[in-house]
């Protein structure tokens, strides 16, 4: 069994930054790939940032330049750093983690930006 435990939401002012974390324990072999993802009220959820074992990072364009991904393997951490944080960014953040093919899910995180 696989948890993902996540961290570092909140409330922000548009403009300001929040680090988000995430950990994944239990039976673990090889994490193929972790990232965030975010879902609005009356929206999908969508893809933030995701990065492999071999540290290649994907993007969602909203979110280029203003937001770092950063992965420890040893650790099985998932890090996003967002910064310039806008009103839209406003979401429940997930993380996720693909492991030997099966997807797995943290319980969300809320990030509030006021503007």
């Known amino acids: 069994q696989v948890q993902l435990v996540e961290s570092g939401g909140g409330l922000v002012q548009a403009g300001g930054s929040l680090r988000l974390s995430c950990s994944a324990s239990g039976t673990i072999f090889s994490i193929n790939d972790m990232g965030w993802y975010r879902q609005a009220p009356g929206k999908q959820r969508e893809l933030v940032a995701s990065i492999t074992s071999g540290g290649r990072t994907n993007y969602a364009d909203s979110v280029k330049a203003r937001f770092t991904i950063s992965g420890d393997n040893a650790k099985n951490t998932v890090n996003l750093q967002m910064n310039s944080l806008k009103p839209e960014d406003t979401a429940v953040y997930y993380c996720?983690?693909?492991?030997?093919?099966?997807?797995?899910w943290g319980q969300g995180t809320q990030v509030t930006v006021s503007s």
């Open positions: 996720h983690a693909l492991i030997w093919g099966y997807n797995y």
